[in-house]
């Protein structure tokens, strides 16, 4: 399950660097040929959604690096780190750039040319974005499994699948808006619709942006491992033989890995030995039935 996780969001990541870097080169050519506000936006916005796509990589490849003297528990949350730096630049290189850029337009209006250039760019961009946007639903799909959708985002621990989610869809949904305030200015002949189409653009890019920081900040700060993984955890606990009552257990999420911190209660009757053995022997079945269990702490005593 960790390697098809891991695989999921490296595609996915693959997907949006592709899509971004291609609209972004075609944006900027259309900015410079227009001289659109809109566009320049939304080139801005498109080179930064692809270092964003080379940040999320470099912290999906250090989260896998091994436990050493220094990090016993692994580099497991330097996905998230990098991920919130992600979420940090989509609001400041987009969002704000975005917003100051049809702030600028506004009071310094500038004649706008051959927009169906744009217009087309646009077009072009919002089928390769959509594809990119397409292709990390069916990886989030492969990961979620039967999960509604809703549920899955809710409670994901996969802070790239999220960071690149957020980016495709606030990405979509400015080049259609990017789109249809230029299509506005075409028809009015009036460059004010090209700077209310940054404006939008920005507000949008930061709505998300803050969706994506408050998602990550709970990751960053210690959360528990998902809720399936959890009640797997505890289902074998409860029905492993010679425990009486598991008093409480303790989840903590590390970018791909969890850990496990269990207070149980063995049966009196049975032996030192045979208690250690069936401990070894529980901790041996919860990493066969949670394959990113790493770690597992399990304390047997008769008092919470």
């Not at 004649?111 to 397409?134: D, N, P, R, T």
Request: aromatic share 10%; charged share 20%; net charge negative.
């Amino acid at each position: 399950m960790a390697s098809s996780t891991h695989g999921s969001t490296a595609r996915a990541i693959l997907y949006a660097f592709v899509a971004n870097f291609g609209i972004a080169i075609a944006k900027t050519w259309a900015a410079m040929f227009t001289g659109s506000g809109s566009m320049l936006a939304e080139a801005i916005h498109s080179y930064a959604d692809t270092g964003n796509q080379v940040l999320l990589f470099l912290g999906l490849k250090q989260s896998r690096r091994e436990p050493d003297e220094e990090h016993p528990l692994g580099y497991g949350k330097l996905s998230y780190f990098w991920s919130f730096i992600v979420a940090i630049l989509l609001f400041s290189m987009g969002g704000l750039f975005s917003i100051y850029e049809g702030m600028h337009k506004l009071s310094h209006p500038e004649e706008l040319s051959k927009l169906w250039v744009a217009m087309l760019v646009l077009v072009f961009a919002i089928f390769l974005e959509g594809g990119s946007l397409l292709g990390c639903i069916r990886e989030i799909n492969k990961v979620r499994g039967k999960r509604p959708f809703m549920e899955w985002l809710k409670h994901t621990r996969n802070s790239e699948l999220v960071v690149v989610l957020g980016e495709d869809i606030g990405a979509q949904l400015g080049l259609v808006l990017a789109l249809g305030f230029l299509i506005m200015a075409s028809v009015t002949g009036d460059p004010m619709y090209d700077a209310l189409g940054s404006i939008c653009i920005g507000v949008i890019l930061i709505i998300i942006s803050v969706f994506v920081a408050w998602r990550i900040k709970s990751l960053l700060v210690g959360r528990s491992a998902d809720p399936q993984i959890q009640e797997a955890i505890d289902d074998v606990i409860r029905d492993h033989e010679n425990i009486e009552r598991v008093f409480n257990t303790i989840t903590i999420q590390y970018g791909p890995d969890t850990m496990l911190a269990a207070k149980i209660c063995m049966n009196p009757a049975i032996s030192i030995n045979d208690a250690v053995d069936s401990i070894n022997h529980l901790e041996r079945e919860l990493k066969e039935r949670v394959p990113n269990l790493r770690w597992c702490f399990i304390e047997p005593d008769n008092a919470d």
